[in-house]
């Protein structure tokens, strides 16, 4: 018999299996590995890395939090049994999150951010230097300090004077606010049953609460799901879809993110249009963006607003709209589903 194997699951348990079996050839010492997290993307399909140690497994009022050092992608964290972002390749999603409603804004000062507790969007939004105030807002004071403690790149932005943490429901807090904002960012966890999240992609909420608390040119902006070819219509085309019913200009964009093992997408809307070139992308980049930006340019991002034509047909002929009592989710689990 082989070594034991450590499977971790995405309900935050793990089972112990054998790397070899009697009829196996004798394993390649050099590729062992001790143990591997197994994310489940749907029921009959599952992706598996190899760990080099669990740094932190545990729960909090609202989710399952884990942070695994893995062997392809260095550090990843896991909220509800689904990768957030993985320290190798989390500046694709991020800087495909936070930057083309920046630059396609013509002075933004004001950036709310709905989720986003490990700080990679708000770090990605403090780039830009004409920014007054990025509020974060994360319902979830454990996975923020956790993150704060655990995820170093962010440690500057969590520091950064313009950023204004705020620990509530990010509903709860647009709600109260007198203010309006030139920018609302939704970097919320996918909307997965039991979750804690999927009611901020409904059709009553942008309308009733995040649209009155934009400026009269400001741009909304969310994650939207897995945008595959065999994925896109879990819940990035009804996202897409509810967006439109509320927004004068609505665009999806995608980008392929490999530790996600798919491709991803945002959806990015306003009652303005979204009319500049590539050439003034660029422009703006490099006018008010501090640093390089690794993934994102002005050719790349009109690219990925272009859709292969399974995935644009599909946003075409969606007709589902989000709304609490008929909501979709992707494969996966919240807390409440353990209680």
């Known amino acids: 018999m082989g070594e034991a194997v450590e499977i971790f699951y995405p309900n935050g348990f793990s089972k112990i299996c054998n790397a070899t079996t009697k009829n196996q050839p004798p394993v390649d010492e050099t590729r062992q590995f001790d143990s591997w997290y197994e994310e489940e993307i749907d029921e009959d399909l599952k992706w598996s890395f190899a760990l080099k140690s669990v740094l932190y497994k545990g729960s909090s009022e609202y989710q399952d939090i884990a942070l695994l050092d893995t062997k392809r992608f260095g550090k990843v964290l896991v909220i509800d049994g689904k990768m957030q972002s993985a320290e190798v390749d989390e500046f694709i999603y991020h800087e495909c999150l936070i930057h083309p409603a920046l630059l396609f804004h013509s ?186 930006l690794l993934y994102l340019n002005g050719s790349s991002f009109l690219s990925s607003a272009t859709m292969n034509k399974t995935v644009y047909l599909s946003l075409l002929n969606e007709t589902h709209v989000y709304t609490e009592e008929n909501a979709r989710f992707i494969p996966g689990h919240g807390l409440g589903n353990h209680l």
């Not at 986003?116 to 770090?123: D, F, H, L, V, Y």
């Not at 994925?231 to 019913?245: A, G, M, P």
Request: charge should be negative; aromatic fraction near 12%; include cysteine.
């Open 107 to 292: 002075n933004p000062k004001t950036v709310f951010i709905m989720g986003g507790g490990e700080g990679s969007a708000a770090r990605e939004a403090l780039r830009h230097k004409f920014i007054d105030e990025v509020v974060m807002c994360d319902i979830d004071e454990e996975v923020v300090n956790f993150c704060r403690r655990y995820l170093t790149v962010n440690r500057d932005a969590f520091c950064n004077k313009k950023l204004n943490l705020v620990i509530n429901d990010a509903k709860a807090e647009l709600e109260k606010r007198t203010e309006k904002f030139d920018i609302i960012v939704g970097d919320l966890a996918d909307p997965v049953e039991g979750g804690p999240c999927y009611q901020l992609y409904t059709k009553s909420f942008y309308e009733k609460i995040l649209k009155p608390k934009l400026n009269e040119n400001g741009i909304f902006v969310t994650q939207a799901g897995p945008a595959g070819i065999f994925t896109h219509k879990e819940v990035f085309s009804s996202i897409y879809h509810t967006i439109r019913q509320v927004f004068k200009y609505v665009l999806a964009y995608t980008a392929h993110v490999p530790s996600f093992a798919d491709t991803w997408g945002w959806v990015m809307a306003s009652d303005q249009p979204f009319s500049i070139g590539a050439e003034e992308i660029d422009k703006r980049i490099a006018e008010r963006v501090d640093g390089e």
